[in-house]
């Protein structure tokens, strides 16, 4: 079973780019669509972007549209998730999930999920 790791969040400040990672272990990561979703203090778990497993599709939440780019590396097993003009209002826990149903992937409902890496906006 895959395990997922996030790093990369911290301390920016407004306008400011960061690029998260959602690192792979295990088999068949190239096999599974990655999803990243974020919750914010206070706020449910909101979808930001999904990509599917060749690469090929991508989906976003219109709000990160055009500021928010979803990518991935299969044979480095990782996914990412470059974020740019932070502020504020980016603050939240940003998690990475993988699942082999993009249906799922797009819903939240991901077998699979990271614990999470902090970005402070």
């Known amino acids: 079973q895959v395990q997922l790791v996030e790093s990369g969040g911290g301390s920016v400040q407004a306008g400011s780019s960061l690029r998260l990672s959602c690192a792979a272990s295990g088999q068949f990561f190239s096999d599974l669509n990655v999803a990243w979703f974020r919750q914010g203090p206070g706020k449910e778990r909101e979808f930001l972007a999904a990509i599917d497993w060749s690469g090929n599709g991508e989906s976003y939440e219109s709000s990160v549209k055009g500021r928010f780019f979803i990518s991935r590396n299969n044979a480095k097993n990782t996914a990412y998730l470059q974020m740019n003009s932070l502020s504020p209002e980016d603050t939240a826990v940003y998690y990475c999930?993988?699942?082999?149903?993009?249906?799922?992937?797009?819903?939240?409902?991901?077998?699979?999920w990271g614990r999470g890496t902090q970005v402070l906006g």
């Open positions: 999930g993988a699942d082999d149903n993009w249906g799922r992937t797009l819903a939240g409902l991901l077998r699979t």
